[in-house]
């Protein structure tokens, strides 16, 4: 029988004035985007930090630290091709992604499809592994005032 692991991740990010915004390996339109010292790609952070929690691997600040000179303003579909490689040093693999993201503003779901070609593409799976939601919060707490963006991420991973 197969060994078959869950993880689970979740990251958020202040939005904020200047930056581009990135979600799910794509560049979106949008007047504010999310601060943090790689790209602040809080979709593919929580997914990282999913499948690093499936194979008992820490998380994504212990291997890509944010103290680092290396992972300062990296694109972070690097950081979730090189977390695949790593869970591969254990000898897993990719089962499926079922991700979250929570935002007001802009509307996501015209661009799941374009996220989820660009995640497969980068992790070596079909795009039918990869099934991403967007919710709002009703315009409750920190995500409904539009000062930042979540995502909660889980993960199956096998050998």
Sequence with gaps: MNNIRVGFGYDVHQLVEDRELWLGGIRLDHSKGLLGHSDADVLIHAICDALLGAANMRDIGYHFPDTSDETEGMDSKIILS?????????????????????????????????MQQC?????GCDPDQISIKATTTEKLGFTGRQEGISAYAVVLICQ
């Design 82 to 114: 090189k977390t695949i490689e790593l869970i591969a040093t254990k000898g897993y693999r990719l089962g499926n992604i079922d991700a979250t993201v929570c935002a007001e503003k802009p509307k996501l779901n015209p661009h799941i499809p374009q």
């Design 119 to 123: 995640l497969a593409q980068v992790v």
